[in-house]
Nanobody, 124 residues
Framework: QVQLVESGGGLVQAGGSLRLSCVDSGGAFSDVAMGWFRRALGKEREFVATISGSGYIQFYGDSVKGRFTCSRDKAKKLFYLQMSNLKPEDTAVYYC?????????????????WGQGTQVTVSS
């Protein structure tokens, strides 16, 4: 069974960088597509990035394009979100998600498994 656990969140100044990690502690991680979403206080959850099961295809939300990069290490069952040039508006709880097939997805309803989230706070 897929059990996702995020880590790497924290407090960073604007312009700084953070790398979030997501591990499937349940050990069921295979060639499934993964996604990152975020929810800022008082707002709906927003798509951030997705990567295909192969790792070759990625899509990003418009607000993070050019600043964030997602990647995966299949051998270690890890999924990453490298965030650079962070802005105060990036402040949110970031969630890792997995879906049952290898195709990328940009909507919440396409993902069956979710982590608990990790807080990212960007100070101005």
């Amino acid at each position: 069974q897929v059990q996702l656990v995020e880590s790497g969140g924290g407090l960073v100044q604007a312009g700084g960088s953070l790398r979030l990690s997501c591990v499937d502690s349940g050990g069921a991680f295979s060639d499934v597509a993964m996604g990152w979403f975020r929810r800022a206080l008082g707002k709906e959850r927003e798509f951030v990035a997705t990567i295909s099961g192969s790792g070759y295809i990625q899509f990003y939300g418009d607000s993070v394009k050019g600043r964030f990069t997602c990647s995966r290490d299949k051998a270690k069952k890890l999924f990453y979100l490298q965030m650079s040039n962070l802005k105060p508006e990036d402040t949110a709880v970031y969630y890792c998600a997995a879906r049952r097939n290898s195709l990328t997805g940009v909507e919440e309803r396409e993902y069956e498994f979710w982590g608990q989230g990790t807080q990212v706070t960007v100070s101005s």
